[in-house]
């Protein structure tokens, strides 16, 4: 515990060092010293007759996972607060206005004084951490109060630090939460070998995506961009999903591509014999004789998928997928890279008969062909994404029913 605590003050000050040069760095830096005078103020304020459950995720992907749960117990229960703290700032800085939310701060570095602190200030009735998050102080801490605390869309995998030999002390913590929601049956059969306690659950984002769905509004100049032809949608990419997509172009299959990048702010590498546009320089007079539409905002992702015929969702050949889901839910092909290891639904989605998963140009070319020319084809597949949803959905329901 000693060395842990030594590693999250090493880890803190890295940071430190770092905000001096790097922009992510000087949010995450800055962002904490209002933590506790924001914690402080909301103590002062707040009805302490109503009920608090505190959300800590790590960053917006959990919060995603997390967002199904916050608004059902808003539903069902509106008096009740909901505090959310974030750890890294793009989750943060995004969702800092969450309407949902009566208060949203930087996680303080989670040594024991720290976590005495927030838990003294918040004085919460109940704790979620999200999918990967095991901070011991604060969960050391909440188990001494009797704090109930629940993990929620958990994996875990023989390989992780817990089952090590020399993990025990991570592992003991494990025993401490209240009851743990795993997404799969691997990591319930896991955990019961240690004798942990675990439910399956599934994934909360099978519920966030269809509700997403619903929310959908029209967009005119996206589909002045179509016209009569179809959708490729580059979903949060990278350099190496833009490359492949550009080397596979068919001009003769009839199709736009429409590229989402991660980072909104990097230069989209487009070859000269296409001509393209960004979204804010876009209007509905112009856009019609491009074949590449560049977004460059936040947020308009989960809506585009609605206008593809296919998706190509980034990150697969980095290790780190985006959300899949939120393509498949709209009932379209989704396809993505190979380093699928710590993502299961893409595996499962693959299985399931919606995803695809490529690593060569040759491959994503006959792909676009048979599914932008075939119909049945591509019929059968949008049919494997929706179902997968459909059968995978139903997570938030089952934990409000635990807790």
Not at 3 to 12: A, D, E
Not at 99 to 126: E, G, I, W
Not at 149 to 171: D, E, I, R
Request: aromatic share 14%.
């Amino acid at each position: 515990m000693i060395l842990y605590n030594i590693g999250l003050r090493f880890l803190h000050s890295l940071f430190w060092i770092a905000h001096f040069v790097n922009a992510k760095a000087n949010l995450f830096v800055k962002g904490r010293r209002q933590s506790f005078i924001k914690l402080d103020r909301f103590n002062k304020s707040r009805n302490t007759k109503n009920l608090l459950y505190w959300f800590h995720c790590a960053s917006l992907g959990e919060f995603e996972q997390a967002r199904p749960l916050m608004e059902a117990i808003k539903i069902q229960h509106p008096e009740t607060l909901i505090a959310i703290s974030f750890f890294s700032p793009s989750g943060y800085e995004i969702q800092k206005n969450y309407a949902t939310a009566d208060l949203v701060f930087y996680l303080p570095m989670a040594s024991k004084a720290n976590a005495q602190k927030v838990l003294y200030l918040l004085q919460p009735q109940k704790i979620f951490f999200i999918k990967y998050e095991f901070w011991l102080n604060y969960i050391n801490v909440a188990h001494r109060l009797e704090i109930p605390v629940y993990l929620v869309s958990a994996l875990f995998n023989p390989q992780q630090l817990f089952f090590k030999w020399y993990g025990t002390m991570f592992l003991s913590v494990l025993r401490k939460y209240s009851k743990i929601f795993v997404q799969d049956k691997s990591s319930f059969d896991l955990l019961q070998k240690y004798q942990i306690k675990s439910i399956i659950s599934g994934d909360t984002r099978f519920d966030r995506v269809l509700t997403n769905k619903t929310k959908v509004e029209k967009n005119e100049l996206i589909e002045s961009f179509a016209g009569d032809k179809k959708i490729i949608v580059l979903g949060s990419s990278w350099q190496q999903e833009e490359r492949l997509i550009f080397s596979a172009y068919q001009a003769n299959l009839n199709y736009k591509i429409i590229i989402a990048p991660h980072d909104i702010k990097r230069k989209i590498k487009v070859p000269s014999t296409l001509k393209s546009i960004s979204y804010s320089q876009a209007s509905i007079k112009n856009i019609n004789g491009y074949e590449v539409l560049i977004i460059d905002n936040i947020g308009m992702l989960a809506s585009l998928y609605g206008y593809a015929h296919l998706a190509f969702v980034g990150g697969g050949y980095r290790g780190s997928l985006h959300n899949i889901l939120e393509a498949a839910v709209f009932g379209i092909p989704v396809v993505y890279g190979y380093q699928t290891q710590k993502h299961p639904e893409a595996e499962a989605l693959q299985k399931a008969g919606g995803g695809i998963i490529i690593d060569e140009q040759e491959q994503l070319s006959k792909i676009l062909y048979d599914l932008l020319t075939n119909d049945s084809e591509r019929d059968v597949v949008c049919k494997n994404s929706l179902n997968f949803i459909i059968e995978n959905a139903g997570a938030t329901q089952k934990i409000m029913a635990e807790i």
